[in-house]
Every structure is written in C-alpha cells, then in structure tokens.
C-alpha cells in the first residue's frame, strides 16, 4: 500500500524499535487517564513488534508544555496504564534523549518495553531548529524506526518527520497509522454516497483545513465534540 514501508516489511526480530505514538490522552484534574483511546489504538502494532521479536521503545508528546519540564504532562501515568493493558512490565524513562536513556534503551532485553518522556519536554521536537541533533539523538535508540502517532501526523515535529532521515530503508508506518490512511484515501478519493462525514474531537483551529477540503466532497457534514464555536 502506498509510497511507505509497512511493519510487515521491517526485519524486527532481535531489533531495538523506536516507535512515535499518540498517547496525547485527556486528564482528569487529579492527573489520572480519563481517556485511553488512544493508547488503545496503538496496542496492535506495540504486540505484532513484540511478537515478532523486537524490543520496543515508545516516544510521544503530551499536551503543550513548549519546550519545559512540565510535571503533570509527565508520561509516566502512561507507562503504569500500559503495564495494565499489556499485563507486561513497561520501563519508563525520565527522559527521552541523553546519556541515561541511552543505557537503558541499550539495555533493554528482548521483547522488553521501554516508554520514554514527553518529547515536547525539549523546544527541538516542535522546533527542530533550536537543536538539530535533538531528531539524532532519540534517533540512536533505535534499530528501526516506526510512526504510528497518526493524530500528530499533520506535525512536521523531530520525533515525527525528522528523525526517518536517520532509517534509510528501516522507517515503516504502524498498524494505526496505515490503517487510517486506508480509510482517509477511500473517503476522499472513492467515497459511496451519500457521502456524510461526521468530525468532532476539540481544536477547531487545527480542524478548519479539514473541514474546508471536506465540504468540497460530502454531501452532509455533521459536527460535534468538544468545544466547537462556529460565529
Ligand atoms: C492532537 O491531540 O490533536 C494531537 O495529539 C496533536 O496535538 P497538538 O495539537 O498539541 O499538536
């Protein structure tokens, strides 16, 4: 499918992967989980890399501390949520790149699970210019690298986009990823009619674009979700 390796096409066994998911999940205000949806989402491709093998180490950003250490933006509910989920011990890292990251990732036993901190804990993931070996860095915990972060797939960030450059021949889309672009491409190329499109979900402003190029193609359009002002 596509222009894009696949997880089929990665040689994973006995490998280190690096994988960028989506865990940007909704708190409650005591810091809990109140939506693990996404950390669902990316649970079939976290057990096909496991059962073929690999070690894997999981990168994601939560909410937006820009660029400081934010402590109730730490990840680290998360990697005690996917212990749960996975019934399997999962290392969490104080931090995503470094010399103790390094260790530990070099360390990580086969079929081990290492979840690293929020990378948007550095300036460099959103702005990859502040610090150009930021992408490199998180680049050498990795064999092989994986995107399945499919709702930041619209940022061009260090741990989304930049870092592929590192994996020539070894950067592959996740299950989640591959499976939504599935679905996007029969929707905007093929669609059966009618054709009625459903969006919700908060951050209008990241949504208009959307919006715009769907209004072309569907006969009804239906919103609704989170805080969604239309003047
Ligand atoms: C989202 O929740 O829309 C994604 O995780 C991206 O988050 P962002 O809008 O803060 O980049």
Known sequence: MGTFLSLSDLAVNGKKVLMRVDFNVPLTDEGSIADDTRIRASLP??????????????????????????????LAPCARHLELLLQRPVTFASNCVGDAVEVLAAQLPSQGLLLLENVRFHGAEEHPEQDPQFACKLARLGDC?????????????????????????????????????HFLGTLLHAPSRPFCALIGGAK???????????LDKVDKLLIGGGPWHIP
Do not use: C, W
């Open 45 to 74: 491709s976290i057990r096909y890399l496991l059962d073929n093998g690999a070690s894997v180490i999981l990168m994601s950003h939560l909410g937006r501390p820009r660029g400081k250490r934010v402590d109730k933006l730490s």
């Open 145 to 181: 690298y994986v995107n399945d972060a499919f709702a930041t797939a619209h940022r061009a960030h260090a741990s989304t986009a930049l870092i592929a450059q590192y994996f020539p021949g070894n950067a592959a889309a996740g299950l989640l990823m591959e499976k939504e672009i």
């Open 204 to 214: 209008i402003s990241t949504k208009i674009g959307v919006l715009n190029t769907l």
